[in-house]
């Protein structure tokens, strides 16, 4: 048998230099740290949500009709990398279950954007009832990136809603910390204005 050798150095799966040190989770699971990047508009005390555990981070700011921002990163150990691409497709349609068992939801369905060995980025569509015993909706669109880091798969969910947000609430930065741009070239996401 020939051994490739040691796997290459992980690169974290966000860019940590776009707000800096202060506006960074830790998450750690089986002695794996992994750093995330938090919206510097976010209240990180009165929005953040973490497990007792350390491995799964929830934070959002529903607060007005001009911006909604939803961060959610959960950490799983994969027992086999080999079935990486199974475990990942299990997460995303979990996650399209679980927003479909809602009762404000009235449909939510995913699209595969793109898979890579060790990858797994999708979009879901959401139509969320705009009012209880309504048949108006909004759209919602959520960003799901599932990836292998050290051994752990880290699902990220974000939501960014920005149309005529204020001034300070960038959303080239927001692509930049968790690596979108690549899926807004592809024309699979399209930033508000």
Known sequence: MISAGPRPPSISPFDLDVWGPD??????????????????????????????????????????????????????????????????????????????????????????FVREPGSLTAGINILEYQYEDSDEFYHIFELVKISEYNGIMISTRLRLR???????????????????????EMGFITMDP
């Open 23 to 112: 506006h960074v989770v830790t998450l750690e699971l089986d002695g794996v740290t992994v750093d995330v990047p938090i919206p510097p508009w976010l209240d990180v005390e009165e929005n953040l949500s973490l497990t007792d555990g350390g491995y799964q981070l929830f934070i959002y700011d529903w607060e007005n009709d001009t911006l909604h921002t939803m961060v959610e990163v959960f950490l799983v150990p994969i027992g086999d990398i080999n079935y990486f691409d199974e475990e990942a497709d299990e997460e995303l349609d979990f996650i399209v279950y679980f927003l479909n068992s809602l009762d404000f939801n009235s449909d939510a369905y995913s699209t595969i």
């Open 162 to 184: 920005t149309v005529d947000a204020p001034a300070e609430v960038c959303s080239d930065e927001f692509a930049y910390a968790f690596g979108l741009w690549r899926y807004i």
